[in-house]
Structures are given as structure tokens and as C-alpha cells.
């Protein structure tokens, strides 16, 4: 058995140690260019380590794609499977090609050790087993753990530096934004941004729109009539990965799903779920994009996509970092500055969150039917399934759809009676109506006026501020 056979081998071998029930778990973080050890290597290297010392293989788990630094935006599902497995008995063993596999922070360590020492149970790592329970071997496994803690930091250092570089330099960082595509330096095989013509063109009509009547809702809905192409319609994410799933453990509700889709669509999504069994949600959005694979739930055009691609800096062509403008960057641009000044304060003028243009209330009676006891206006909530208009301070409660249903029927039987046409005269008002209109229209035009000018440079945007605050 050469160096595993150490002394808790040989304690085992004499009958002083338990049977060894083993869970193999195997982690490799994100890792673009492939240098890193793969989960697959990590899980043939702990079971031939089992089979060589006779240890039962409990069971075989993989977060991929994953970090396990306290850095770490997604939760380790298997490795949490993992402990709960240590801490209810089913196995007694940790098996993990190295120290780090299982954890770069020492709260997760502790918790660790807390469950071994527990269950009487054992870790094994770089061809050696530790038992929890023996002092030396916990003061080992917390020195590397210590060791494991401070590479995380030093790596995050070095990386925070060559972010700020990157930046200082104007070198694109983060997804790739709508309107660029990207190339590769045929030299240094560095990745770099071009236009996209054809999405190039989209963004451009979708910012002058906004600038003349700021309405995301009006583009989206224009968009999708047109067929226009969608902003990342056919890209995989974890959160789609995730959903499927949660779609695929309701029969009624998969059935009525898969009904809608297209034979190609059906088989990646099932192919989605069959890579879930085995890889984390990232690393099956992320083979699912490399391999093209038709997406089940392509995505649409919505208010709040047009207004994030409208205000994306990287539309301009300038460089954003920790939130801040800080320069051009290295990629063309596709609108210019003028036009991004513009669009930023058409969009951000604080007076169009009052705006209701009559296609923005998802909901028939939110802000219009009234509380009975507090007498404001009700938000809507979803209860056991179902939709309900809610009084914000809780007071009454009412189900959505006999609610809309009751109010149609209403207005509908209003409309339809004799007197109906009441409603419609406005013989008294005429004169102020009149004047309402005429003010409107005299607004509207000076507005399109300033617009126009500021387009054109004929106004700077300290007059036109100015213009505003007198």
C-alpha cells in the first residue's frame, strides 16, 4: 500500500478501526483555460485510493465550476449533501484529492472538524487518512486548512491587482454586452470587442426611441411584435437551469410545459436535467451554451432589458470600474457620449416613475381598488398558488381572478345600459378641457424642442439644466 498505509491504515488493518464508509467528493473551481485538475480525475483518483485500502464508496458527489472561498456567490449543494451524510452516520470518511477541495475558509473547516469529531469519523486527503479524534491530526488538518485560507487571500490579491490593471488600461471585463461580439488576436490570442452590425443597429433605434419618448414598455412590446432579436434569448444561465428543474417535479405543470415546445427545444432540455444529476447548475448552462444547444425558455424582450441596454456605459465605449466611469475603453463605440447623456437623463428624470401610460399595471385593479378599512390603494401577492389583491397594511385580502371578474362585468354592464352615453359628455367642461389640451400640446412641443437642440449641440447641457431649474 506504499505511503496510505500510515498509521490509522495499520490500525485498521489490525482490527482497532472501524469499517471505512467513504464519501468521495471531488470540486474544481472555475477554471477557463483548463489547467486545473478535473472533477473526473479527482473522482477515479478516490476510488482507486478506496479500493486499494478496501473502503466502501458511500457515495460519489461534484460541485463544479465552484469556488469554496468565502468569496463565493453560489452555495456547494453537494458538498452540504457531503456533510449531512458525515453527520447522520451513513459514511465515516471524507475523501478529497487535497485539503482545499473541501474547503479555502477556516469556518467551513470548523464545522467540518465539529462533525467528524462528532460521529467519530475521519478525513482523508493527499494519500494520508486523519481521525478528528486523535489531537496531532487535528492540529495537521487545521495547519493546512490555515495554509489553504491564506492561498485564497494571496490569490484574490493577485487578482484584484490585475483586474485594476485591466481597468487602468481600458481592457473590457465582465459578459459580453448587447452590440458587440467578440475576436481574438491572432498574436496573443487575447480576447477583444467589435461591432455586431446587425445588434449594433438594435441598440442604436432602441436609445433614439428613448430619447424621444422615453417608454422601454413601448420598445419591448414593438420588439416583440417585429420579431426583432432578443438580448441573450438563446443563452443558458444557472437560474434557467434551476427553474427547469423546479418545472420538472411538477407532472401537470411539465407536461403543459413540454407540450410548447419544439423537438429540439425538448431534447435539451432533458439533456439539461441529465447533466444536472452530476454538475452544478453553472456548469450545465455553461456546456449548454458551448454546444449551442436549443434553449426551452428563450428569452423575450422587456422593459427592464431595454433600459439596462440603453444605460450600459460599454454602449459609449467607455470603461466602467467598481461602478464608476473611469475612461474609454479598448472596444468602439456604438453610440456616442452626446447621445448617452441624452438617453441617461430622458430615463432618468424623476418624474416618470408617476407616469402610467395604461400598459404598465401587470395587475387589473393594483393602486385603484381601495382598502374598506384604511382606505388605500391594495398591491397584489401570491397565497397558496393563487394571485390575491392585498391591503398593504393587511387588513382585507381578495382573490384576483373573482375580483377582475366582478369589475369587468360591471363596467361592461355600465357601458352596455341606456344611460351609458352620459359617461361620454363633457358639455360643461368643454372650455376647460379645451385649454388642458392646448397647455399639453405647448409643453410637449418645447420639450421636443430642448430635445432637439441638445441633439443637435445647439444647447449645453448647464443651460439646459438651468433651463429646467427656472
Same mark, same amino acid.
Request: charge should be positive; aromatic fraction near 6%; hydrophobic fraction near 40%.
Given at each position: ?155 484574490? =490579491?493577485?487578482?484584484?491587482? +490585475?483586474?485594476? $490593471?485591466?481597468? *487602468?488600461? #481600458?481592457? %473590457? ?112 448552462? =455553461?456546456?449548454?451554451?458551448? +454546444?449551442?444547444? $436549443?434553449?426551452? *425558455?428563450? #428569452?423575450? %424582450? ?169
Amino acid at each position: 500500500m506504499g505511503r496510505a498505509l500510515n498509521r490509522r491504515l495499520r490500525r485498521q488493518a489490525a482490527g482497532e478501526l472501524p469499517e471505512l464508509r467513504v464519501v468521495i467528493y471531488a470540486r474544481a473551481s472555475k477554471d477557463g483555460k483548463g489547467r486545473k485538475v478535473s472533477v473526473g480525475t479527482q473522482i477515479a483518483q478516490g476510488r482507486a485510493w478506496c479500493k486499494r485500502i478496501g473502503a466502501v464508496v458511500v457515495a460519489v458527489l461534484v460541485d463544479n465550476d465552484l469556488s469554496a472561498s468565502r468569496y463565493a456567490t453560489e452555495q456547494r449543494t453537494d458538498y452540504e449533501e457531503a456533510l449531512r451524510l458525515l453527520a447522520t452516520g451513513e459514511a465515516n470518511t471524507l475523501w478529497t484529492r487535497e485539503n482545499s477541495r473541501a474547503q479555502r475558509e477556516l469556518d467551513v473547516f470548523v464545522r467540518l472538524r465539529k462533525i467528524l469529531v462528532d460521529v467519530g469519523g475521519f478525513w482523508a486527503y493527499d494519500d494520508q487518512i486523519y481521525d478528528m479524534n486523535d489531537p496531532d491530526d487535528r492540529v495537521d488538518t487545521a495547519e493546512d486548512a490555515v495554509d489553504a485560507e491564506r492561498e485564497s487571500e494571496r490569490l484574490r =490579491k493577485r487578482v484584484r491587482i +490585475g483586474v485594476e $490593471a485591466r481597468a *487602468m488600461e #481600458g481592457l %473590457w471585463a465582465g459578459p459580453l454586452s448587447f452590440g458587440l461580439r467578440i475576436i481574438y488576436d491572432p498574436r496573443t490570442g487575447e480576447p477583444g470587442r467589435e461591432i455586431d452590425p446587425e445588434a449594433a443597429a438594435i441598440a442604436e433605434e432602441l436609445v433614439d426611441r428613448l430619447i424621444v419618448t422615453g417608454n422601454e414598455t413601448e420598445v419591448s412590446q414593438d420588439f416583440n411584435a417585429r420579431g426583432v432579436s432578443c438580448a441573450r434569448a438563446q443563452t443558458w444561465r444557472a437560474d434557467h437551469v434551476r427553474k427547469l428543474y423546479e418545472l420538472s417535479r411538477d407532472a401537470e405543470g411539465w407536461a403543459k410545459f413540454t407540450a410548447s415546445l419544439t423537438p429540439e427545444q425538448l431534447e435539451s432540455a432533458y439533456e439539461a436535467l441529465a447533466l444536472l444529476r452530476t454538475e452544478s447548475p453553472s456548469q450545465v448552462a =455553461k456546456e449548454m451554451n458551448q +454546444g449551442q444547444r $436549443a434553449h426551452p *425558455m428563450p #428569452g423575450r %424582450w422587456n422593459p427592464a432589458k431595454i433600459r439596462n441596454i440603453a444605460l450600459n456605459p460599454a454602449l459609449a465605449g467607455l470603461r466602467v470600474f467598481r461602478g464608476e466611469i473611469i475612461g474609454k475603453g479598448n472596444w468602439p463605440a456604438i453610440i456616442t457620449e452626446e447621445k448617452r447623456a441624452l438617453v441617461v437623463a430622458r430615463l432618468g428624470d424623476p418624474s416618470r416613475r408617476w407616469i402610467r401610460d395604461g400598459v404598465r399595471v401587470k395587475y387589473l385593479l393594483s393602486g385603484i381598488m381601495l382598502c374598506s378599512v384604511c382606505e388605500q390603494g391594495v398591491g397584489t401577492r401570491k397565497h397558496g398558488g393563487q394571485m390575491r389583491y392585498r391591503c398593504a397594511e393587511g387588513h382585507l385580502t381578495r382573490d384576483m381572478a373573482k375580483c377582475d371578474s366582478l369589475v369587468v362585468e360591471a363596467v361592461l354592464t355600465r357601458l352596455m345600459s341606456k344611460d351609458a352615453r352620459e359617461l361620454f359628455h363633457f358639455e360643461n367642461h368643454a372650455q376647460e378641457l379645451i385649454k388642458v389640451v392646448q397647455a399639453a400640446q405647448e409643453l410637449r412641443a418645447r420639450l421636443d424642442a430642448f430635445t432637439d437642440e441638445a441633439a443637435d449641440g445647439k444647447i449645453s447641457p448647464d443651460r439646459l439644466g438651468g433651463s429646467r431649474r427656472n
